[in-house]
């Protein structure tokens, strides 16, 4: 075992062997997140620490996962997906009064585990005046981090433990991801077209339905062994005339053929992907007006399809055959734009459970 890991049981050792202290704040040491070495080390050594939670999930923002805390089992960990330069705030809230910590590490891509250096990490939350859910009024010694700035793009981690693990109980644990919006002036279409010149340059957050202006095809007579002979392109836009682009990916177009030029686009998956929020800065020259984006996020989420199977930013159809499978998403999932900004089902260990047994 090398001195790292001596030294992280070394201390698990000496807080579980430590008396539980009061709960005053005023008389409690300190709590570091300890190193927990590089992304490639294997960390599975050591059951329930930091490194080797007792339990690992996967959570959603803005979903309330419960952390259980028991004379042998102190750890608890929630796994996240985060993208870089996306700002994050974290909660864990000890119900009846428990005393928790909270660390924000990132995962290693090869173990699973938490690694490194934890990222932010507190002890007694210093912002009053919040509960997650369940507490009628505020716990000092519950746990939050805010403002959290995530330095790369990967999978992170709540670790959760109770202070010195003394402590048995339940807390509340949810991470929330920021809106990119901070400091943007929040528009409509309609303002935007009507005083370009007032908004040119500025930051700005605008929510609005994605469509094509319309698709321009070359007039070739196709034949019958060549169906889709033309080629053709549109753009994507919102209101009845501003571009929208990113630094990546450039402008946002569509192109192919009459039979794909619909789903062959940059930025969405099709010329009709539903309503966005958007944040990024726009422009006008005059003649052209466009949204350089640089965070959006669906927001028309729900559950669709014939058996409610399918969860899309626009109402969907599906072929009505029934499978017991659809019946887990109902039960053990939500429909919700996801950390990239898109639909999808937000997972979960019972989830996953049901489904790969074939339903409920």
Known sequence: MNSRWIFQSSLVALVIGTAACSSSTQSKAPVAGP???????????????????????????????????????????????????????????????????LYVYPVSRYTGHPFGYPIAQNDDTATADWTVRTNAHHNDVSSSVHNVKLPETRKYALVVTTYEQGYTGTAEVVVKAQASGAGAIHVTTAQLEASPSKYNGKRIQVTADVKSPGTMCTKMACSQSNPCCNQCSTRLIVGTNINLSDSTLGSYTCSGNECNVASNCKGFSSTDPGKYTFVGTFTSDGATLELKIDWKKAANCHASGCSKEICANKDMVSICIYNPKYACYDLYSHCDAQGDGECGWTSSNALQACLANGGP
């Open 35 to 101: 190193d927990l070495g590089s992304d490639e080390t294997d960390s599975t050594t050591d059951a329930d620490t930091v490194s080797n939670p007792a339990s690992t999930e996967s959570i959603a923002f803005g979903e309330i996962k419960k952390a259980k805390f028991s004379k042998t089992l102190q750890f608890r960990a929630f796994t996240f997906d985060g993208t870089v330069g996306q700002v994050i705030d974290a909660y864990a809230d000890g119900l009846k009064e428990l005393d928790t910590i």
